[in-house]
C-alpha cells in the first residue's frame, strides 16, 4: 500500500533537522546550486514519506553528478576518508569513533582496528569535474586501500562491531548501506528512534544522541530497543508516532496509534517498565498532539476531528471533550505549569483555555501563519514555535 505524503509543515522541520545532520550548505568545494538540489532531493524524499532506511541507503551509495544525483554532495560536503568514516557512525549510529584514530577508545569497545576497518569502505571514491565546472562526478573507482598507522597494512572494510564484508567486485559503500540499514543492524534503528525521542522529549533515551557507548547506556533500554523496532519497520509513517515528555510522579509516556490501528486510538504506558497502562479510545480522527498536566493526573489529547478530550490518568477514562478548532482540527496542544492549555489549529488560530470551566472557555487570537510544531516554557511564561510566529497579549511567539 502507498505510503501518503506528509504535511508541509511536518516536512519543514525535519528536513531543518536532517539538513544539519547532513551538513548541507554551500562551500568552495560544493556550488551553491549543487547545495540548492541536495537541499530539494532531502525536502523531496521527507515530504513524499520516504522510509528513513531507503533514504540513507541511497544517500550512501549514491553515484554520479552532483546536479543529476544531488545525494552524492554528502561525499564533495566531505571529501577526507577518516571523518567521512566518522560522520557516517555519529550520524546513523549514534557513534564516536574518532577516538579510536589514535589509540583503542578509553571508555568503549571500538578499537584501531575497528576504525580504519570501518573507514576502509570509504577508500575508493572517486571525484572527477563534470562538463559544468560547478558540478563534480562521484564514482566508484574500485582501489584504493586504508592503511594502519601502528602496523602499515592495508585495512580490509569491517562492519562496526560486525564481521569484515564480503565487497570484493562491488562499490565499499552499496555494501556498507546494505549492512548499516539491514534490521539485523543493532545501531541504526534505536539511533534514528532515539533522535526523533529527543526531538519531542528534548532529551534522548541515549543522550547526547551520538555518543552511544557502553560507559553511556540507555536510560531506559527496552524502551529504545521497542522503539528501534517500530522505526525499523519498512512500512511505517513516521509522522504518526508522536512520542511526549512523561509526567514526573507516574513517569508516563503517550502516543498517536499507529497506522493500521483505531486512528483516535491512545495508548498510555510506564515509561520505566514499558508496561501498558490504558488504551483510550474516543476521537474520530488522527490523534495529532498529547500533554499530560502539570500534576500528571489528567492528559489532554487533540484530534483531526477538531476536538480536545481530557482523560483521567486513575481511572483511564475521558473526563470531558469539547470541541476546539474548525477546518483541519488541532495540531498541536500542551498544558501551561498553571492547568490551562495552549492549543493551535488548521484554522489558523491559537487558543488558551480553562478546560475545567462549564463549559470550557477559551481566549484566541488569530495568526497568518499554519502552525506546525510549539513548545511551552512554562518558567519563561513564553509560548514558542518552531516554526510559526505570532504575539498574543503577554505571550509572544517566534519561529
Known amino acids: 500500500m502507498p505510503v501518503p505524503p506528509v504535511r508541509k509543515e511536518f516536512a519543514e ?23 540548492y538540489l ?18 540513507v541507503r541511497e544517500l550512501l551509495g549514491a553515484t554520479g553528478g552532483t546536479f543529476r544525483s544531488p545525494a552524492t554532495n554528502f561525499y564533495q560536503i566531505e571529501t577526507d576518508t577518516l571523518k567521512t568514516a566518522e560522520n557516517v557512525a555519529r550520524v546513523f549510529l549514534g557513534c564516536r569513533i ?34 559544468d565546472y560547478r558540478e563534480t562526478i562521484v564514482f566508484n573507482r574500485g582501489d584504493g586501500s586504508v592503511s594502519h598507522p601502528v602496523t602499515g597494512r592495508a ?15 562491488r562499490d565499499r559503500r552499496q555494501v556498507l548501506a546494505d549492512w548499516l540499514t539491514s534490521p539485523d543492524n543493532p545501531f541504526f534503528a534505536p539511533s534514528i528512534a532515539n533522535r526523533v525521542w529527543a526531538h519531542f522529549f528534548g532529551v534522548g533515551i541515549v543522550e547526547p544522541v551520538d555518543d552511544v557507548r557502553v560507559s553511556n547506556p540507555p536510560g531506559n533500554p527496552e524502551l529504545i530497543q521497542e522503539l528501534g523496532k517500530r ?6 509513517q513516521p509522522g504518526r508516532v508522536l512520542p511526549l515528555a512523561p509526567g514526573e510522579p507516574y513517569r508516563r509516556a503517550a502516543h498517536a496509534a499507529e ?12 515509561a520505566e517498565t514499558g508496561r501498558e497502562f ?41 473526563l470531558r471533550s469539547f470541541t476546539a478548532h474548525g477546518d483541519g482540527g488541532v495540531t498541536w496542544l500542551e498544558f501551561a505549569h498553571d492547568g490551562r492549555i495552549v492549543s493551535c489549529g488548521r ?35 513564553t509560548y514558542s514555535t518552531r516554526s510559526v510566529s505570532c504575539s498574543w497579549g503577554k505571550f509572544k511567539a517566534a519561529g
Open 231 to 236: 522505526r525499523g519497520r519498512p512500512a511505517r
Open 155 to 169: 585495512m580490509e572494510p569491517k562492519f562496526l562491531g560486525g564481521p569484515l564484508a564480503d565487497a570484493k567486485g
Open 278 to 318: 490504558h488504551n483510550l479510545e474516543g476521537h474520530k480522527g488522527a490523534v495529532t498532539g498529547v500533554s499530560f498536566s502539570p500534576d500528571s493526573n489528567v492528559l489532554a489529547s487533540g484530534s483531526e476531528d477538531g476536538s480536545i478530550r481530557l482523560w483521567g490518568m486513575e481511572e483511564g477514562r475521558q
Open 347 to 381: 484554522d489558523r488560530v491559537v487558543k488558551l483555555w480553562k478546560p475545567y470551566g462549564v463549559p470550557p472557555s477559551s481566549r484566541t487570537r488569530r495568526s497568518k501563519f499554519v502552525n506546525a510544531r510549539c513548545g511551552w516554557r512554562a518558567s519563561e511564561r
Open 259 to 270: 497506522p493500521g490501528q483505531d486512528r483516535g486510538g491512545l495508548l498510555v504506558w510506564e
Open 38 to 55: 541536495y537541499s530539494t532531493w532531502l525536502t523531496d524524499r521527507i515530504s513524499r514519506n520516504v522510509p528513513i532506511h531507503l533514504m
Open 13 to 35: 522541520i525535519w528536513v531543518m533537522k536532517w539538513a544539519e545532520l547532513l551538513m548541507i550548505r554551500s562551500a568552495n568545494e560544493v556550488s551553491y546550486k549543487s547545495a
Open 98 to 131: 574518532q577516538c579510536a584514530q589514535c589509540h583503542n577508545h578509553p571508555f568503549d569497545r571500538w578499537t584501531m582496528d575497528d576504525y580504519y576497518g570501518f573507514a576502509s569502505f570509504f577508500c575508493q571514491i572517486g571525484r572527477k569535474p563534470a562538463e
